[in-house]
Nanobody, 124 residues
């Protein structure tokens, strides 16, 4: 299984970016995909997840109402639409995949497959 994240870049505060995670080697059947982000020197933090078991995605409180995660079964991609971006959203964003479900998906240790990361920089 391989995951490839793309779409990062430089944007001004209040702007938007759309990240994409291309999944190869398997389908989304019994496979959850999440986005995490990491600031240098800090631990990787959960952003959003689309679980194979439920129809409702989950979000970190810090991005709720601004970010939307979506899955395209035909393209085998999971996108993260980020609106109203803030300087504190600046980080390297990673997509990750796991056969797990439930609240374990909020933790990086539950994921066996990771993309390479894409840098998002939000200027003030």
């Amino acid at each position: 299984v391989q995951l490839q994240a793309s779409g990062g870049g430089l944007v001004q505060a209040g702007g938007s970016l759309r990240l994409s995670c291309a999944v190869s080697g398997r389908t989304f059947s019994r496979y959850s995909v999440a986005w995490f982000r990491q600031i240098p020197g800090q631990e990787r933090k959960f952003v959003a997840v689309t679980s194979w078991r439920t129809s409702s995605p989950s979000y970190a409180d810090s991005v709720k109402g601004r970010f939307t995660i979506s899955k395209d079964n035909a393209k085998n991609t999971v996108d993260l639409q980020m609106n109203s971006l803030k300087p504190e959203d600046t980080a390297v964003y990673y997509c990750a995949g796991s056969p797990s479900t439930g609240t374990t998906l909020y933790y990086g240790r539950s994921y066996s497959d990771w993309g390479q990361g894409t840098l998002v920089t939000v200027s003030s």
